[in-house]
């Protein structure tokens, strides 16, 4: 208000009459949510930071108080600078280049995006066990309960047994967190398990969606699930008997059981906006947690690393030392090239199967017995004729409409006590429980589902059924056609463990290469993402306490509660070192010795599907050697692909420069290693820091593609305890023509420990990452 003082009364009426003038004239120019985002703090006041917010927004709207607080969203000012505020396009782009002496530099200005939730469908629930995941030998379980998970999501059922406290510790005085008062929830919601719980809807009510309906809770309760989900999966307790209505049954337990979790509700019914997301990065930086779970990003093909708040939000919660999680994306049926959270400051996972399968016997006629998918724990007690759905289109539905059993589209006469057979086009977003409940509509007893993708994605039907892959399918359709009284049974669901082959690729999970940056190679690595049974909100849809869903968001906790148990047992590694112990532990093959496949057509997987491979968490915690990089690391990496001083400033908060350059961005000391433009020869230096046996010695284990080959000198690696870093140079040349992307692999091995890193190599010159 300082300025308003030196004012005399004649200006302030201007202003005023002026502030009216603005008003009306935003009736014309429609304003919309963006985020202004500012770089790094330094040391500065927050009260200063939301003031300066305060000042600019006022020089933009001409001088006026009342519009510049009408517009202000969120003042973003702890982990970095930044304001979210309703802006017109005009206003946009003046922030853009906004240069008032005296006022703090913009970084980028951005539309207030929505990012999804990366479930497959919140409709398609499935399920698989945590528990046998985790052995972790011979580590302290005391130093777990000085780990704090963040989980940004959906929030939290904190009265789920998977959040009790029973035996845990007080909560550490270093942590700021905090329990917010909401609906049905209030300070003693939250207990010495679930240690804090924060909510987030300015971003999404100023989109002009509404949290106020009898479905969601205006607090850090969770009415959708998926964030009990993701939270248990990380670090639920122990819980004794659970199933999915009998199927899975068996004992609960999130990776990092006794580590604690803090919540930060971001995201509502119709998903999570951008300035919202950026709220809770800010303020879990400054609470205090020490990893952070984002399953969640945005769709493909994402936007540049500082105009998507998962990125930022991340980049500064990693130069704090914490380190971050997130998901690839469940958009593997487009294609290649479809990754999302790209940033080489995140840990990004893809998603694969378990050994645990839920599956339902299709009985025909003839005595055929073919096994399909699904969640339905209730068969039909006799069998039924069993047709086309093609054969019962109505009205004006054609055949082929009707095959993929639309609302409307099928002819009750011709379906009502009869089994159909439908199709689905393998778009995990299509609702396959919505098919059965249309077949169950049309007075249809059962259905088989021919699912394309043949995803293995175990579902709930409302009526017997079964998903089939297309061959089986194929069979079914022959057997109709071919006799007389085609009839058929569908079975109830049963569990099937030792399920083979696995793990194998979820045919949904989004694959690299990297299409920001494929110097870096993405996803990094892959970890159960298909079934996954974990705790659940009784508020959301079907009212379960457990439930059993899919998708690369599921992928992500069981990397963060590995992260956590690192965490616990090696307090000071870097979120750089977390993230190379659990890439270069990680397997390529499957639990039968030969090489991991990718679902649905059971391919021979490569990097651009698992990054490097599913991932180990008990060889995670003694991963001998460790590639490990710092924040300046990442700095000159930004540097590397085009950022110039003056933005990284504003990023890094201090006088970094741009002398260290990367020739190219592959320089960056990361656990994989990706050459894009492989013309005759090109040599990568990267450097290992020992953090295993003080005297050994690795040896270098090459595997290069045809066409190319790989070079790495030194051969051996000789620590003792005086050198625990040293450099190698891995050198790749062209030994005979190919073309497009090649994949290899180098292994730095001791008869106890192997060091893996995917080396990936695209040959020639063509200018873009991108495959699809
Ligand atoms: C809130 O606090 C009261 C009194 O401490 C308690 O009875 C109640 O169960 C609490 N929880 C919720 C969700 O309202
Ligand atoms: C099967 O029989 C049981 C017991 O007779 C009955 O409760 C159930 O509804 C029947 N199921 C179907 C699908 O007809
Ligand atoms: C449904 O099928 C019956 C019998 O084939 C036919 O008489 C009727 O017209 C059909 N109705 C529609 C809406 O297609
Ligand atoms: C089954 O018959 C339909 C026509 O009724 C035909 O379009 C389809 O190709 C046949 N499929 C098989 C597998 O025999
Ligand atoms: C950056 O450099 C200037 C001038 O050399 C100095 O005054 C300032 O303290 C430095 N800032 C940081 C964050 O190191
Ligand atoms: C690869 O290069 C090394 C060193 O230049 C050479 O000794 C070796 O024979 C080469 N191998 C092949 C298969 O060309
Ligand atoms: C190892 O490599 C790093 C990065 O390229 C370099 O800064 C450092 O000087 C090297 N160390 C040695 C001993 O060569």
Not at 333 to 342: E, M, R
Not at 359 to 386: H, P
Not at 625 to 635: C, E, G, H, I, S
Request: net charge positive; charged share 15%; proline share 5%.
């Amino acid at each position: 208000m300082s300025e308003m003082t030196t004012l005399n009364f004649m200006n302030m009426l201007s202003l005023i009459l002026l502030c009216a003038f603005a008003s009306e004239m935003r009736f014309c120019v429609s304003s919309k949510v963006y985020v202004v985002y500012m770089g790094s703090t330094s040391n500065e006041d927050p009260e200063q930071i939301q003031k300066q917010h305060h000042q600019m927004l006022q020089v933009i709207n001409g001088g006026c108080i009342e519009d510049a607080q009408a517009s202000h969203v969120y003042s973003y000012k702890h982990g970095f600078k930044g304001f979210a505020a309703k802006l017109t396009a005009k206003q946009a782009e003046d922030m853009t280049t906004f240069n008032v002496a005296g006022m703090p530099g913009v970084v980028s200005v951005f539309p207030n995006s929505k990012r999804m939730l990366h479930t497959t469908h919140s409709w398609d629930y499935m399920g698989f066990l945590a528990n046998e995941l985790m052995p972790i030998p011979g580590y302290s379980a005391k130093n777990l309960e000085n780990v704090i998970i963040g989980v940004i999501d959906t929030g939290i059922w904190p009265e789920s047994p998977s959040f009790r406290d029973h035996g845990m510790s007080p909560v550490l005085s270093t942590w700021k967190g905090k329990c917010e008062v909401g609906e049905a929830f209030n300070i003693s919601t939250c207990n010495r398990k679930l240690i804090g719980a924060r909510y987030y809807l300015g971003g999404y009510e100023a989109e002009g969606h509404s949290t106020r309906n009898p479905k969601q809770y205006r607090s850090a309760r969770d009415s959708l699930g998926h964030g009990s989900h993701t939270a248990s999966t990380a670090a639920g307790r122990f819980v004794p008997n659970v199933n999915f209505k009998k199927l899975g049954n068996g004992n609960a337990r999130g990776g990092a059981s006794l580590a604690r979790i803090a919540v930060y509700k971001t995201c509502w019914e119709s998903g999570c906006f951008d300035v919202d997301l950026l709220a809770a990065f800010d303020d879990a930086i400054r609470d205090g947690v020490h990893v952070l779970s984002v399953s969640l990003g945005p769709e493909a093909p994402q936007a540049d690393y500082f105009k998507d708040a998962v990125s930022i939000g991340s980049f500064h919660a990693v130069k704090h030392g914490i380190t971050v999680v997130s998901s690839a994306g469940n958009e593997g049926f487009q294609g290649s090239g479809y990754a999302t959270n790209l940033a080489p400051w995140i840990i990004t996972v893809g998603a694969s199967s378990t050994d645990r399968d839920f599956t339902s016997n299709v009985v025909l006629g003839d005595g055929t017995k073919l096994t399909g998918e699904s969640l339905v724990t209730f068969g039909m007690n006799a069998s039924a004729v069993i047709i086309s759905a093609a054969d019962a289109n109505a009205g004006y539905f054609t055949p082929y409409q009707s095959s993929y059993c639309l609302e409307s589209s099928l002819n009750k006469t011709k379906t009502r006590g009869k089994i159909l057979v439908c199709r689905h086009t393998g778009d995990p977003y299509e609702s396959k429980l919505e098919k059965s409940i249309v077949v169950k509509k049309v007075g249809g007893l059962g259905m088989v589902l021919i699912d394309d993708a043949d995803n293995g994605l175990a579902v709930p039907f409302a009526i017997p059924a079964a998903i089939v892959g297309n061959q089986k399918g194929e069979r079914i359709i022959t057997y109709i056609n071919h006799t007389g009284k085609p009839t058929a049974q569908i079975m109830s669901a049963t569990t099937v463990v030792g399920y083979e082959p696995s793990p194998r690729v979820a045919a949904f999970s989004s694959r690299g290469p990297n299409f920001l940056n494929p110097e870096i190679l993405k996803p990094d690595v892959t970890a159960p993402g298909l079934n996954i049974l974990a705790a659940w909100s009784p508020a959301a849809a079907q009212k379960l306490k457990f439930n059993i869903i899919s998708g690369t968001s599921m992928a992500c906790p069981h990397v963060t509660g590995m992260v956590a148990l690192i965490k616990a047992l090696h307090p000071s590694w870097s979120p750089a070192a977390i993230k190379s112990a659990i890439m270069t532990t990680a397997t390529t093959f499957n639990k039968n010795g030969k090489p991991i496949t990718v679902d649905p057509d059971g391919r021979i997987g490569n990097p651009f599907d698992y990054g490097s491979g599913f991932v180990n968490p008990s060889s995670a915690l003694t991963p001998g050697l460790l590639y490990d990089a710092k924040p300046v690391d990442y700095r000159t990496f930004l540097c590397s692909i085009g950022y110039d001083e003056e933005l990284l400033h504003l990023v890094t908060g201090d006088n970094s420069t741009c002398k260290n350059v990367f020739s190219t961005a592959s320089d960056l000391n990361y656990p994989s290693i990706s050459v894009t433009n492989l013309r005759d020869s090109h040599s990568i230096v990267r450097t290992v820091t020992n953090v295993g046996e003080p005297i050994s010695t690795y040896r270098a284990v090459v595997s290069s593609p045809r066409g190319i080959n790989i070079t790495v000198t030194p051969k051996l690696l000789n620590f003792n305890s005086k050198r625990k870093k040293i450099n190698f140079t891995v050198n790749f040349k062209l030994t005979a023509p190919s073309t497009g992307y090649l994949f290899g692999s180098l292994t730095w091995r001791t008869d106890k420990i192997s060091v893996t890193s995917p080396l990936v190599v695209r040959v020639g010159s063509s200018n873009s990452g991108l495959l699809r």
